[in-house]
C-alpha cells in the first residue's frame, strides 16, 4: 500500500547534538514533500518543501530536508538542536495525481534535553 | 489574514450527544481540509473539499459523521451520536489550489472530549 513512513517513534538528545529524522514513501511517480513541526499542545505548522530542483532544501529554524529521489527519502536535518525544537516532526508527500491531499506519516517526537 | 479559525477550541460533552465543530479557512483557499490527530493513529485525513465540494471522504470513520462546507468561508464537521472514541484534536487545515500544492495552514484544532 502506499504509505509514508518515519522510522522513528521518539528521539531524545541532548541539546547542540545534530539531528537526523528519517522519512520513506512509496509513491511512484512525482510527488511535493513537506516538513511540518508541531509544538506541544500548538498545531501543525510548515517547516520545509521541495518541489523541484536543488534536492537539498531549507527551511525555518535552521532545518533542512534532502530529496533522494532513488531511496524515495526525504530526510529532515539540523545540525544543532536547541531545547525548543522538543516538539512532535510529520513528513508528508502531496502525490500529484492526488490534488490537494498531503498523506502524513506518523511523526516523531523529539525530546530535546536541556 | 487571521488564518484557519476553528472553534471550538474545547469541546467537553457527553455520549449520546450531537457535537459541531466549526471552521472558517484562509480567504482564497480552495481546498478545505479536516484531520484527527489522536496517540494511537496519528494525523488521519477524514475529508477534503474543492471549492466546496466534497472530493474524498473516505477517512471518515463512519455514519455518524458528516461534514459539509456551505460556502467557501465555512465548514462544519458533525458527529452524531458522539462516542467516547471519538475523543481527540480535530484540525482543520486550507490549502490555495495552486499547482504545486504549497502546503496546508492548519487551525488551532478542537480538542474534543467524550465522556
Known amino acids: 500500500a502506499q504509505s509514508v513512513s518515519q522510522h522513528n517513534h521518539h528521539v531524545i538528545l541532548s541539546e547542540a547534538a545534530s539531528l537526523e529524522l528519517g522519512c520513506n514513501y512509496s509513491?511512484?511517480?512525482?510527488?511535493?514533500l513537506f516538513w511540518y513541526v508541531q509544538y506541544p499542545g500548538q498545531h501543525l505548522q510548515l517547516l520545509l518543501k521541495?518541489?523541484?530542483?536543488?534536492?537539498l532544501v531549507k527551511g525555518i529554524k535552521g532545518f533542512e530536508a534532502e530529496f533522494i529521489k532513488s531511496k524515495f527519502s526525504f530526510n529532515l536535518r539540523k545540525p544543532s538542536v536547541q531545547w525548543s525544537d522538543t516538539a512532535e516532526y510529520f513528513c508528508a508527500v502531496n502525490p500529484y495525481n492526488q490534488g490537494g491531499k498531503l498523506i502524513f506519516g506518523q511523526g516523531t517526537e523529539l525530546s530535546v534535553k536541556p | 489574514d487571521a488564518g484557519v479559525i476553528q472553534s471550538p477550541r474545547h469541546e467537553v460533552t457527553e455520549m449520546g450527544q450531537e457535537v459541531t465543530l466549526r471552521c472558517k479557512p484562509i480567504?482564497?483557499?480552495?481546498?478545505l481540509f479536516w484531520y484527527r490527530q489522536t496517540m494511537m493513529r496519528g494525523l488521519e485525513l477524514l475529508i477534503y473539499f474543492n471549492n466546496n465540494v466534497p472530493i474524498d471522504d473516505s477517512g471518515m470513520p463512519e455514519d455518524r459523521f458528516s461534514a459539509k462546507m456551505p460556502n467557501a468561508s465555512f465548514s462544519t464537521l458533525k458527529i452524531q451520536p458522539s462516542e467516547p472514541r471519538d475523543s481527540a484534536v480535530y484540525f482543520c487545515?486550507?490549502?490555495?489550489?495552486?499547482?504545486?500544492?504549497?502546503?496546508?495552514?492548519f487551525g488551532s484544532g478542537t480538542r474534543l472530549t467524550v465522556v
Open positions: 487545515a486550507s490549502s490555495p489550489g495552486q499547482v504545486p500544492l504549497p502546503g496546508y495552514t
Open positions: 509513491y511512484g511517480g512525482t510527488v511535493n
Open positions: 521541495y518541489f523541484s530542483g536543488d534536492p
Open positions: 480567504s482564497g483557499h480552495d481546498y
